[in-house]
């Protein structure tokens, strides 16, 4: 069946919702996870061929027996769940551009290419090189970072690499590679002269870049990290365990984080594996924290969210996603530090449904003299394939909540209540459940609330086991 074009969202709420003069909007994208695989037999013509010839390939008409191999594929490589296909990346995009046409910037989370992309491109070229495979993968983020470019072309598009995104497979990568280097130009392509070459220098190193964030953002930067090298499955494409790209990555934030102090400038931080705990492995895992046993952490170490912690005057957000899920996080100051001072947290839903979830993207305001993120909304699509598909407004962040902006102050507010609102019972406890999951299973996390909860605001385990295992007063 030939793709069918995606039908337009049912209103623009955010582009209707009455703005401060002094915002400017934004949007976020995370864990787009594009499948080139949806059609096995186009698969193999997409690897022979330039990524300037992929739309004519992907908009033919499917072929006979695609879903049917499509479902081997997915059984044969241990995929739990459908991820973007083609007509539902398009989907996705025009609803972004109608949702917010004026977005100054795009920021994509990591986790551009598919799951098991290793396995699936071996099941459907089994005769391929190493060599093929890698320039099977360069092609498909290139195609994906493309499609978003043009599907908002005054946007600037600043993106980071996840878990999935290498030429080795899931988790492994290594340092100063080939793979980075093309990337890296990829990435940086669009960034004005005199920063691109230092971008591009720092992301050959170990995927990481800093890009001043547009006008009218005033002193404002964003540093981007690759931190699959600070995860704690990390390892080389060989294998082998090594620090060498955290260890780098660390200093130079350290040093742009510092310069940044001495300068009075705004930071924005983008990663896509989260700083803290991992409460659903923790709890999937039977860790008993209030034995002493440790929750499962994203990261290897708390030296991430240790170095941001010293930063709290510095950094006024941090944008990640690999949960796939929409989520608050608040990363709290050092209290060692004489600039103490709370990090706002925001990790941002999938386009993907792996999850059973519903797609998404999120549309953020961003208050221009302070570079706060000020107000977000969240628009999902109907249905999981973008056939047909209709996207609307989730929900609004300000609404929701009834606060003013998603700051730091907020969020220490926010999840203090959520922590005493064991039941989960008041209405900003509702309005999390209803939204976390992008299709509301909040009966599921309902039950697990107090073990969820007290993982929004400590990162580390000591810190979760104290909220944990405390009695809460009423």
């Known amino acids: 069946m030939a793709a069918q074009a995606p039908r337009p969202a049912k209103s623009n709420a955010a582009a209707s919702k009455a703005r401060s003069p002094q915002q400017m909007r934004a949007l976020f994208v995370s864990d787009i996870h594009f499948e080139p695989f949806w059609d096995p037999e186009k698969a193999a013509r997409l690897a022979g061929a330039p990524v300037n010839a992929w739309k004519g390939i992907l908009t033919e ?17 241990g995929a739990r769940g459908p991820d973007t296909s083609y007509v539902l990346y398009q989907s ?45 993968v360069s092609k498909t983020i290139e195609f994906t970072i493309e499609e978003l470019r043009a599907a908002l072309p005054s946007a600037s598009v600043y993106a980071a690499l996840g878990n999935n995104d290498s030429d080795c497979d899931d988790y492994k990568l290594d340092a100063h590679s080939e793979f980075l280097k093309r990337t890296g130009a990829l990435v940086t392509a669009h960034f004005p002269d005199p920063l691109q070459a230092g971008a591009q220098a720092t992301f050959e190193a170990g995927g990481y870049y800093a890009v001043p964030l547009p006008a009218p953002l005033k002193h404002a930067e964003l540093l981007v990290l690759d931190d699959l090298f600070m995860s704690r499955q990390y390892t080389t494409c060989g294998g082998a365990k090594d620090t060498t790209g955290a260890d780098e990555q660390l ?39 209030c034995a002493g046993e440790a929750p499962e952490m994203f990261l290897a170490s708390d030296d991430l969210p240790n170095l941001l912690a010293e930063f709290g005057d510095v950094v006024r957000v941090g944008i990640f996603g690999h ?14 530090s004489s600039t103490h001072g709370d990090i ?79 039941p989960a019972i008041k209405a900003a ?21 107090p073990q969820y909860s007290c993982a929004l605001a400590n990162y580390t385990a000591e810190g979760y086991a104290s909220c944990r295992c405390v009695a809460p007063t009423h």
């Open 61 to 77: 008409p499917a072929s006979a027996d695609r879903e049917q191999r499509f479902d081997e594929l997915q059984q044969a490589c």
């Open 92 to 136: 996705s995009l025009k609803a972004m551009r109608e949702a917010v046409p004026d977005a100054k910037f795009i920021t994509v989370s990591g986790d551009l290419i598919a799951h098991k992309f290793h396995c699936k491109f071996t099941k459907v070229l089994p005769q391929a090189s190493t060599e093929e495979y890698q320039a099977f």
């Open 323 to 336: 949960t796939h899920m929409d989520e608050m996080r608040l990363l709290r100051g050092s209290e060692a």
């Open 251 to 289: 200093d130079w934030l350290r040093q742009k984080l510092e310069q940044a102090r001495r300068q009075h400038e705004n930071v924005w931080v983008m990663g896509h594996i989260p700083p803290g705990i991992d409460p659903y492995s923790t709890l999937r895992r039977f860790r008993n924290v």
């Open 344 to 422: 706002a947290i925001k990790l941002v839903a999938s386009i993907s449904p792996v999850n059973g979830n519903s797609p998404s993207f999120t549309v953020a305001a961003i208050d221009a003299a302070t570079a706060q993120l000020a107000d977000y909304q969240v628009f999902t699509s109907s249905n999981q394939t973008g056939l047909d598909a209709l996207w609307k407004e989730e929900y609004d962040y300000d609404r929701s909540f009834k606060e003013p902006n998603y700051s730091a102050k907020t969020l220490d507010s926010l999840t203090k209540s959520f922590v005493a609102d064991v």
């Open 429 to 449: 406890s509702e309005a999390y459940l209803r939204h976390y999951y992008v299709r509301d299973r909040s009966l599921e996390l309902r039950l697990l609330w």
